[in-house]
């Protein structure tokens, strides 16, 4: 019974974190209009950060990032994983505490993971993880996003991106411009590539 119990525990946990990266990434990393209604500085600033420097200023090319984007929007701080986690995770644990601890647990492995995996995809140094099928599955996918801005929000845990229509699919000219030297997510100023 408890293998059944952990089992719908995980992908209730799953659907949930999925589902907060989609709506965290999609409406406050992409538009700004919820931090101006809270005046929310911090908000604010992480729009800026996310959607004026890192996808609009620093990623012509996806995996060659330097200084200053070197330090931008890379990691997920575990205090952050703490603070935005603390009420979803209060209110599940009034239902069922297990549900509760899996989610808590999901969302740190997932703050831990997904900044591993987003640093590799931007400034690649051949982490252990980089020859994974998983992992060039999850890089195609996060790339596209850097093409596509409105799309392809999940990152690490995709589902919400299929059950809402933002998913993305390559074109003949994305697999082009993925298979060349240096990913380049837009034309440079000459129109080279």
Known sequence: MIVVHLAIS?????SMLSLME??????LMHKIAFAKFLQSTYLVDTFRDHALVHHARCYAVFDEESRPCA????????????????LPCLLVFL???ITAFVLFVGAILNGAVWS???QEMHRPRGAWFSN??????????HYLHHRYPNTNFNTL???WDWVLGTASVATEDDRWAMQAESWRVRRTNGGSR
């Open 95 to 97: 239902i069922d505490p």
């Open 10 to 14: 995980t992908f209730l946990a799953y």
């Open 116 to 118: 591993e995996i987003h």
């Open 157 to 159: 845990f995709l589902m």
């Open 71 to 86: 330090s931008t929007n890379i990691r997920v701080k575990p205090l952050t994983t703490l603070v935005v986690m603390a």
């Open 22 to 27: 989609y709506t965290v990434h999609r409406h």
């Open 132 to 141: 994974l099928n998983t992992y060039r599955y999850l890089k195609r996918r």
